[in-house]
């Protein structure tokens, strides 16, 4: 203090070593004297603690609102790390409580926010392990917007506290916010765990909520739960017996799956928006495999008369809801889907189903065929695909490997799908690229499949002698 006597870092260390010693009176004195007229923000603080301590409420709670209109709270921090623990209860407590009067009085934005600052407050004095004072910051945040900011809070209470029941509703019903539909079961579903919260979670829909959500996650609870009866009963009494509502249409379908509808129950899961598949997979998820198995062969028969009538857009919405119902099984659902994509055009959309179908050649699995005949013609798909998305080298080689495997199938396709004279004709400029590039053995390689698909082609004939005079040329070097 005698080398910094203007500086407030010497008093404030000199208060905070009369604090630990329990002389708080002259710590008191000491801060009021070094922060006139216009204390900073870790004065502030310890003013207010001292206050706190003394029992002088009405003078600390004009310190706290000084130091939270500063918006520099960080440096309690620096002063907790000194605090008796009594003393850190009573700033936790009192903040809490101050955050619930401030909440009580008004939910506008600003008394939110206010009750935000003092809650942090009340958690940094904690060493946030309060969960009282979490759980309404969270709230807090749901009311502010910020979502996954309250995540964070409700998910904090659950690290020390796995089974806390408003912790989880909490952290469910805002899962539901953010359409976050599988994480948000999961929680209400841990917190349901008590009969009686599940009672008083059904009451709560009984009263008529108006938003649907609610509605619908308590639809999914009892799906869940197995209460297919109850189930129904709720999504029939809140969105009658045919819902317009697409979300409430997908959860009749589940239960049409129950009663073995199961045609209808694809065409109403096919409504849910194709680009939420994590939807999908959650309302899925709420089926029996075997009965997900009979409805993904009814959506898979009824997108093969659709395709037939060349309504192939509302095949392949049938044909996502097969191939997502079985998982691993769905092979011939993506060859199929693969074909409607091709048909409207959208060949990358189909070279992506017809990657998965190829992956999976030649491994252990009961789901893939050993017949070369299947494979090849999946490769020839994949090709003509490839081709009309102007990916000429990746097509050749499906189409080179697929001559190799099975000559004639692959003929077979070739005629049904590009033409032998247009695929030689891309034989042709492949096998020029590489006898450029003078890669002599792939040209060769490039050039015998051209003439297989069109033996008739002049200028693969031609290319191929001049291949093999540079070969036999003893000046040639490869």
Same mark, same amino acid.
């Given at each position: 203090?005698?080398?910094?006597?203007?500086?407030?870092?010497?008093?404030?260390?000199?208060? #905070?070593?009369?604090?630990?010693?329990?002389?708080?009176?002259?710590?008191?004195?000491?801060?009021?004297?070094?922060?006139?007229?216009?204390?900073?923000?870790?004065?502030?603080?310890?003013?207010?603690?001292?206050?706190?301590?003394?029992?002088?409420?009405?003078?600390?709670?004009?310190?706290?609102?000084?130091?939270?209109?500063?918006?520099?709270?960080?440096?309690?921090?620096?002063?907790?790390?000194?605090?008796?623990?009594?003393?850190?209860?009573?700033?936790?407590?009192?903040?809490? &409580?101050?955050?619930?009067?401030?909440?009580?009085?008004?939910?506008?934005?600003?008394?939110?926010?206010?009750?935000?600052?003092?809650?942090?407050?009340?958690?940094?004095?904690?060493?946030?392990?309060?969960?009282?004072?979490?759980?309404?910051?969270?709230?807090?945040?749901?009311?502010?917007? @910020?979502?996954? &900011?309250?995540?964070?809070?409700?998910?904090?209470?659950?690290?020390?506290?796995?089974?806390?029941?408003?912790?989880?509703?909490?952290?469910?019903?805002?899962?539901?916010?953010?359409?976050?539909?599988?994480?948000?079961?999961? #929680?209400?579903?841990?917190?349901?765990?008590?009969?009686?919260?599940?009672?008083?979670?059904?009451?709560?829909?009984? &009263?008529?909520?108006?938003?649907?959500?609610?509605?619908? %996650?308590?639809?999914?609870?009892?799906?869940?739960?197995?209460?297919?009866?109850?189930?129904?009963?709720?999504?029939?009494?809140?969105?009658?017996?045919?819902?317009?509502?697409?979300?409430?249409?997908?959860?009749?379908?589940?239960?049409?799956?129950?009663?073995?509808?199961?045609?209808?129950?694809?065409?109403?899961?096919?409504? *849910?928006?194709?680009?939420?598949?994590?939807?999908?997979?959650?309302?899925?998820?709420?089926?029996?495999?075997?009965?997900?198995?009979?409805?993904?062969?009814?959506?898979?028969?009824?997108?093969?008369?659709?395709?037939?009538?060349? @309504?192939?857009?509302?095949?392949?919405?049938?044909? &996502? *809801?097969?191939?997502?119902?079985?998982?691993?099984?769905?092979?011939?659902?993506?060859?199929?889907?693969?074909?409607?994509?091709?048909?409207?055009?959208?060949?990358?959309?189909?070279?992506?189903?017809?990657?998965?179908?190829?992956?999976?050649?030649?491994?252990?699995?009961?789901?893939?065929?050993? #017949?070369?005949?299947?494979?090849?013609?999946?490769?020839?798909?994949?090709?003509?695909?490839?081709?009309?998305?102007?990916?000429?080298?990746?097509?050749?080689?499906?189409?080179?490997?697929? %001559?190799?495997?099975?000559?004639?199938?692959?003929?077979?396709?070739?005629?049904?799908?590009?033409?032998?004279?247009?695929?030689?004709?891309?034989?042709?400029?492949?096998?020029? @690229? @590489?006898?450029?590039?003078?890669?002599?053995?792939?040209?060769?390689?490039?050039?015998?499949?051209? %003439?297989?698909?069109?033996?008739?082609?002049?200028?693969?004939?031609?290319?191929?002698?001049?291949?093999?005079?540079?070969?036999?040329?003893?000046?040639?070097?490869?």
């Amino acid at each position: 203090m005698d080398l910094q006597p203007h500086a407030d870092g010497p008093d404030i260390l000199t208060a #905070d070593a009369l604090y630990q010693l329990g002389r708080v009176e002259e710590a008191y004195r000491l801060l009021l004297s070094a922060g006139t007229p216009n204390p900073r923000a870790p004065l502030l603080a310890r003013l207010a603690l001292l206050q706190l301590h003394r029992g002088f409420l009405y003078d600390t709670n004009q310190l706290l609102k000084k130091l939270l209109a500063c918006g520099e709270t960080s440096c309690l921090r620096s002063l907790l790390a000194v605090a008796q623990q009594k003393d850190r209860a009573l700033l936790q407590g009192h903040c809490h &409580t101050a955050a619930k009067r401030i909440l009580d009085g008004s939910k506008e934005e600003s008394s939110v926010r206010e009750a935000v600052a003092y809650l942090s407050i009340a958690i940094m004095a904690s060493g946030a392990k309060v969960a009282d004072s979490l759980l309404e910051r969270a709230r807090c945040y749901v009311l502010l917007g @910020q979502r996954k &900011t309250a995540i964070f809070d409700f998910s904090a209470i659950l690290k020390e506290h796995p089974k806390h029941i408003q912790a989880l509703c909490g952290r469910g019903f805002t899962y539901l916010m953010l359409n976050q539909q599988k994480e948000c079961v999961h #929680d209400i579903l841990t917190a349901l765990q008590l009969r009686d919260a599940f009672i008083i979670g059904g009451a709560l829909m009984r &009263t008529g909520s108006r938003d649907r959500r609610w509605h619908l %996650l308590y639809v999914d609870i009892l799906l869940a739960k197995g209460d297919v009866k109850a189930a129904s009963s709720h999504l029939c009494q809140v969105f009658g017996q045919e819902p317009r509502d697409a979300a409430a249409q997908a959860r009749l379908g589940v239960l049409e799956t129950w009663q073995q509808k199961y045609c209808s129950a694809a065409h109403r899961l096919s409504k *849910v928006n194709e680009k939420d598949s994590s939807s999908l997979d959650f309302l899925l998820a709420l089926i029996p495999f075997n009965q997900r198995k009979c409805m993904a062969q009814a959506a898979a028969q009824e997108a093969s008369m659709l395709s037939s009538a060349g @309504q192939w857009d509302q095949a392949i919405t049938l044909l &996502t *809801v097969a191939v997502q119902a079985v998982g691993h099984h769905r092979l011939r659902y993506l060859r199929q889907r693969a074909a409607c994509f091709a048909q409207l055009g959208l060949h990358e959309r189909a070279i992506a189903d017809l990657d998965r179908v190829i992956q999976k050649h030649g491994q252990p699995d009961p789901s893939c065929t050993d #017949d070369p005949r299947i494979c090849v013609e999946d490769m020839c798909r994949r090709g003509r695909s490839l081709v009309l998305c102007s990916r000429e080298g990746a097509a050749l080689e499906d189409f080179t490997q697929a %001559l190799g495997l099975h000559k004639e199938q692959a003929l077979q396709c070739v005629e049904a799908g590009l033409g032998r004279q247009r695929l030689a004709e891309c034989f042709m400029r492949g096998a020029l @690229q @590489q006898y450029g590039e003078q890669q002599l053995n792939k040209a060769w390689t490039l050039i015998e499949c051209g %003439l297989v698909v069109d033996g008739e082609n002049a200028e693969l004939r031609r290319l191929r002698a001049r291949v093999k005079r540079d070969v036999a040329s003893p000046c040639n070097v490869n």
